[in-house]
T-cell receptor
């Protein structure tokens, strides 16, 4: 089955710095990669996703890049703000059949004012 | 829009007690899921329902049962709670069982088993 590894487990940055979270996956058939943000006491919420036919996607201060050959994808947050502090999860899945994503173990991002 | 609603938000049980966690979505989604989240373990799938009338086991189904009551509701039952089931439980839904779309999550039920 699919295996997703996420690094780092904790990331501490100063406000205004950039943050990068990386995930690797094992199944070359995976073709959909969402990223979720989980704030304290809340459920995960989708912040950006990418499909395997795209190498990069941006939405304001966040971007995701995908390297299919190396089987890794990354979340980039620029100009970090204290409200970006949360746990971020990556996931990998395949279209077709029942949708069962495999999640990374999460990265706790702390943005210091 | 309420999205995915889970009840209760918090619960404390004694070992051996039973309980049903409720989940309802108002987005007309076909697929629904139950996960548990433990520190450092990410999200682990307990059961899922690809469509109304079907349910399947996930990664960690032991000790749990589910019921897809109708298209909106998907409940998770602990028949005889054990301390190892202390966790945060999340319900999620998705428009279809196939395709490339993300899940929508509720805000969780925090369950402690003493």
């Amino acid at each position: 089955g699919e295996n997703v590894e996420q690094h780092p487990s904790t990331l501490s940055v100063q406000e205004g710095d950039s943050a990068v979270i990386k995930c690797t996956y094992s199944d070359s058939a995976s073709n959909y990669f969402p990223w979720y943000k989980q704030e304290l006491g809340k459920g995960p919420q989708l912040i950006i996703d990418i499909r395997s036919n795209v190498g990069e996607k941006k939405d304001q201060r966040i971007a995701v890049t995908l390297n299919k050959t190396a089987k890794h994808f990354s979340l980039h947050i620029t100009e970090t703000q204290p409200e970006d502090s949360a746990v971020y999860f990556c996931a990998a899945s395949k279209g077709g059949g029942s949708y069962i994503p495999t999640f990374g173990r999460g990265t706790s991002l702390i943005v210091h004012p | 829009n309420a999205g995915v609603t889970q009840t209760p938000k918090f619960q404390v049980l004694k070992t051996g007690q039973s309980m049903t966690l409720q989940c309802a979505q108002d987005m007309n989604h076909n697929s629904m899921y139950w996960y548990r989240q433990d520190p450092g373990m990410g999200l682990r799938l307990i059961y899922y329902s690809a469509s109304e009338g079907t349910t399947d086991k996930g990664e960690v189904p032991n000790g749990y049962n589910v019921s897809r009551l109708n298209k909106r509701e998907f409940s998770l039952r602990l028949e005889s709670a054990a301390p190892s089931q202390t966790s945060v439980y999340f319900c999620a839904s998705r428009p279809r069982s196939t395709g490339l779309e993300a899940q929508h999550f509720g805000d969780g039920t925090r369950l402690s088993i003493l």
